[in-house]
């Protein structure tokens, strides 16, 4: 992946029509995967954000976490500029 991405430019993409998340440094696009997400809209409050965090908990709790990653790998469209 070769496209790098900053705060700012994550940041303008918060709407469920356009949605970006950051998730250990790497940029993802779920704005196709969002009316599929079983958490329904929640992901939204992670929109144009570093979810990092709120992943963590997921993975914590081992919720189906091999599926995530195979969508994540999918989704990626780039890394956060250091």
């Known amino acids: 992946m070769s496209a790098e991405y900053s705060m700012n430019e994550v940041a303008r993409h918060c ?5 970006w998340i ?3 440094g790497k940029v993802f696009d779920m704005t196709a995967y969002l009316s599929s997400h079983p958490g329904g809209n929640a992901m939204l409050r992670q929109a144009g954000k570093d979810a990092t965090s ?3 908990l997921v993975q914590m709790h081992g919720i189906a976490w091999k599926t995530i990653e195979k969508k994540l790998e999918e989704l990626q469209i780039g890394t956060l500029k250091r």
């Open 15 to 19: 709407t469920a029509d356009d949605l």
């Open 54 to 56: 709120a992943m963590r």
């Open 22 to 24: 950051i998730f250990d």
